[in-house]
């Protein structure tokens, strides 16, 4: 082989080991993420959702909306995103991969970043955490249907790209991120120093386990990607319960035992993943009303404290 040869194949591989490290440890929660179309081949014709541009001719993409499917990641396309050729592109290493090879774990140290985030990995963690999990937080935030006089507190707010989003919405009320991690509540106060000078959002270091807030302070409460960390998932539902006022509403969403092969790359030891029953089962017995619950893998639980 040439030495031009060589260094290709030297950076396709780097390339193609870099995104299988971002897809196994950055992109583990989310559906949907970003890749190189090249490494895609078209198998055949799909459902279309999320409009991007291809050419079904010279088999060339203009990016792509990437969905990880039963641990495949298939690369979706649309040609003028109005009339849709639609067709469903696969990696074929993947394929492979999903029909039998045992998928790679997130080391415990990291998944432990995601639970408690500290130091330079904490910061690196947080600043991958808020974009793969941001469409996920949009998802739950427009189901919170949050009010202009709403009283909000985000559980486990991360690095608090959420409270941002939520302000913009209780443009009169108030927004609050509670989080364990020192680490977090100092990025996530960054990220919103302007709404914190202004009073409309704080940010807590604390737990679920116990909230420094008053009962019956909030209208709405949002959670997203936690539950897996909570030890007794009971307790931290009535501390929930106990913040909320009566008829005030919240969202869990969270990734459920549904999807055994997604939840199989994350280590025991840090993270418990339930089933939807068992979660559905808790909230009542916490004293709280399930709304509706959407989805299977990432589920979104929408619920209220009764009036
Ligand atoms: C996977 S991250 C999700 C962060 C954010 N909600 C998001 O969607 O980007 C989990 C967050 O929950 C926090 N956390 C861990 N244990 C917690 C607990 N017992 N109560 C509240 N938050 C907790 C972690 O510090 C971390 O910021």
Redesign the pocket.
């Known amino acids: 082989m040439s030495a031009r040869g060589c260094l290709r194949a030297w950076q396709a591989d780097a390339a193609a080991r870099l995104e299988q490290l971002v897809h196994k440890f950055a992109g583990a929660?989310s559906e949907t993420r970003w890749f190189w179309p090249r490494w895609f081949r078209r198998t055949a014709p799909g459902v279309w959702s999320q409009g991007r541009l291809y050419n079904p001719d010279d088999g060339r993409t203009c990016g792509g909306t990437v969905r990880v499917k039963g641990g495949v990641p298939e690369l979706r396309g649309c040609a003028l995103k109005v009339v849709c050729r639609s067709q469903i592109w696969r990696r074929p290493q993947d394929v492979v991969a999903a029909a039998g090879a045992p998928g790679v774990r997130l080391p415990i140290f990291i998944a432990e970043q995601?639970?408690?985030?500290h130091g330079v990995l904490g910061r690196v963690i947080?600043f991958v955490?808020?974009r793969?999990?941001?469409a996920?937080?949009q998802r739950?935030i427009d189901a919170l249907k949050v009010a202009p006089e709403d009283h909000v507190l985000?559980?486990?707010?991360?690095?608090g790209?959420?409270l941002s989003a939520l302000a913009a919405k209780a443009v009169r009320g108030r927004v609050v991120g509670?989080?364990?991690?020192e680490l977090?509540a100092e990025i996530a106060s960054d990220r919103n120093k302007a709404l914190l000078r202004s009073g409309r959002v704080d940010v807590a270091v604390?737990?679920?386990?116990a909230l420094p807030f008053p009962q019956t302070s909030f209208d709405k409460v949002?959670?997203?990607?936690?539950v897996?960390?909570?030890?007794d998932l009971v307790a931290?539902l009535r501390e929930i319960r106990r913040v909320l006022k009566p008829g005030g509403q919240f969202v869990l969403?969270f990734r459920t035992t549904a999807d055994e092969r997604a939840t199989s790359a994350f280590p025991p030891e840090v993270y418990r993943f339930r089933a939807l029953a068992e979660v559905i089962a808790d909230l009542r017995s916490a004293g709280l009303d399930l709304i509706e619950a959407d989805g299977e893998g990432v589920v979104l639980l929408r619920g209220r404290r009764p009036a």
């Open positions: 929660y995601a639970r408690n985030a947080a955490m808020a793969k999990t941001w996920q937080n739950a985000d559980i486990g707010c991360g690095p790209r959420a509670a989080d364990p991690s977090m604390a737990g679920v386990e949002l959670c997203v990607h936690l897996y960390f909570w030890a931290a969403l």
